[in-house]
């Protein structure tokens, strides 16, 4: 039996959707368990059915817009840091939010752990792929860390590889770093060193890495697992998602504060339109993981429905079904000092 | 009268469309010259009337898939290297080219040669805003420089207000810094150091400085003057760039594919569209300029049709008319000290 830790109070909706994500889930998965960690009075109340659910009341919660580092420490009592408190005491095998992002990151990174050998785990978000092998393709680092270094994207592309191929599916996936130019000899000193890593990795046959990608490349499916600092992985993946947005509400207006001509074209183009919207709604491909930590740490959006915070557990049951982090953890120790920061790497 | 030395051999349809873009301007503008560095068989041969319009003869070009700083320092006679040399000894007053953008930004940084008091000029581009209170904002350094330092990006928001102000005539130009987050805190030693310069830059009433902005608010109007690494700039434009194009091409294949519904729906909308992708296209608020140079260095898209290029040289008579190189040396030099590279921050 899976058990999953819910930071039920977490998100616009919470609890309400994320209760009845759980239990649609529930329903579906029989080998998953769940607490719920939030408060108790407002749990029940929304609560239908307890099989298979426990409710463990937190007197406290993280609100969306508290600084995460200084809200983990303070609010021990929170629904999220008693969640995470129960994956790393080994009560649960998984962490759930649909709350603060930084929080989650700060949870997962300080009190369910980082995996030994991994320096800072990253961010990790799925994304559609409109051409290529693959319907979508994995990003990371999305804005775990400010700034990095070469061996953390040396073990970015490990990582990701990992998630490509056990959770995705994907055959012997392809990993780019994202850089300002395809060719090898782009970039700062950062993407120069982490391309030579990566590079490295390529030989050694740890993963299949195909150069630089540029973030114009990354919807058309330019790689399957795409390498980035923090920084920039955080710039891209705002500018993917602002431009989309922009772009679909100028559409819509368009349409609205147009003639005749284009409202009756745009209503009969309607469910095309809802068909590109919903492709780009990254929602569709689970959830944002933490990779890197010692057991399976998974966000979904703030706004997420019951549906999608369900959709958001059958992805943690694959990550728990498959082992992922027992098999990153035997492949990061077997290969420790390689993947390890070199001393004139530490010295920067 | 403005004398423009002009890279007639750059850019894909070079020279036919470049020279006929040439005349369009040289009609509209009495009060503009033009030399058109080039092959003189091949610019003979698509040239109508030469009217204020000189053929300079040069025996070498450079490709679009040349290693820039190689092939300025290789190609003495290539039209592009002519061209900057007539800048850089007054015999011109701006440069122009279509082609290879690495290639004008040597040229402009390293022959027609940086400002004095400006450390690293800057590529920047000028972007549709769908929202607040106008229709474009200026953003660089979208891909001049791999690494910068603090003081750079303070230059790049006293450069781009001037641009903002005089070319574009927005009043009071809000000036964003490209970062991880809204709050002051945010980012990497170099976004924190930045967002102090620029901080104090505001408070000496130099610039407007509004503080941080995201990627995802960019194309929604959030600062008029976003000031950006030249590496997580460049991945925010090749990113807005990128999904702008794909989403694009999704909604016509949707239409292409469904059924007659949406083939009818689609006809019906197909001028709204088109303004939705005329709006997107950013040539059509000009080329992209490199920003402290000594003199107004602008490249157009390879691909610019005669009328884009005609733009592309109203947009370098605005740039003369107002002596915008002029305001900002005389604002560089009567501040260098603020400006310069601190001690501090040299050492990093």
Chains 1, 2 share one sequence.
Do not use: C, W
Not at 145 to 171: M, V
């Amino acid at each position: 039996m899976f058990k999953i830790a819910v930071d039920a109070m977490g998100g616009d909706n919470a609890p309400a959707e994320i209760v009845a994500g759980v239990e649609l889930a529930r329903d579906a998965m029989p080998n998953m368990a769940f607490q719920l960690y939030g408060d108790q009075a407002q749990i029940e109340a929304v609560l239908v059915n307890n099989d298979r659910i426990e409710i463990m009341h937190a007197a406290e919660m993280i609100e969306m817009a508290e600084e995460p580092v200084r809200a983990i420490r303070k609010k021990k009592q929170s629904s999220l840091v008693l969640a995470a408190q129960a994956v790393k005491s080994g009560e649960a095998d998984a962490l759930f939010s649909a709350g603060n992002t930084g929080a989650l990151l700060a949870a997962g990174i300080f009190i369910v752990g980082r995996m030994k050998g991994i320096d800072r785990p990253a961010l990790m978000t799925t994304l559609p792929a409109f051409d290529g092998p693959h319907q979508a393709f994995t990003m990371m680092d999305v804005g775990a860390n400010a700034e990095n270094k070469a061996t953390h994207l040396y073990q970015y592309g490990i990582l990701g590889s990992f998630y490509a191929r056990e959770i995705l599916e994907f055959d012997n996936p392809r990993v780019g770093l994202l850089n300002n130019g395809s060719e090898a000899d782009k970039g700062d000193a950062l993407h120069k060193e982490a391309y030579g890593l990566l590079a490295h990795g390529g030989e050694q046959g740890y993963l299949n890495f195909i150069g630089n990608v540029e973030s114009r490349d990354l919807l058309q499916g330019a790689a399957d697992v795409v390498v980035a600092d923090g920084f920039s992985g955080n710039a891209t993946l705002k500018a993917i998602e602002g431009t989309a947005k922009t772009m679909l509400r100028v559409l819509k207006s368009t349409i609205m504060d147009a003639g005749l001509r284009e409202k009756i074209g745009g209503a009969l183009l309607k469910p095309g339109l809802k068909r590109v919207a919903a492709r780009l709604d990254y929602s569709e491909y689970g959830g944002a993981v933490v990779i890197g930590t010692n057991q399976p740490v998974v966000k979904t959006h703030g706004s997420a429905s019951a549906q999608e915070v369900a959709n958001t557990f059958t992805q943690i049951h694959t990550m728990l079904d498959v082992d992922l982090t027992g098999k990153i953890q035997r492949f990061v120790t077997d290969h420790a000092d390689e993947l390890a920061a070199r001393p004139e790497t530490e010295e920067k």
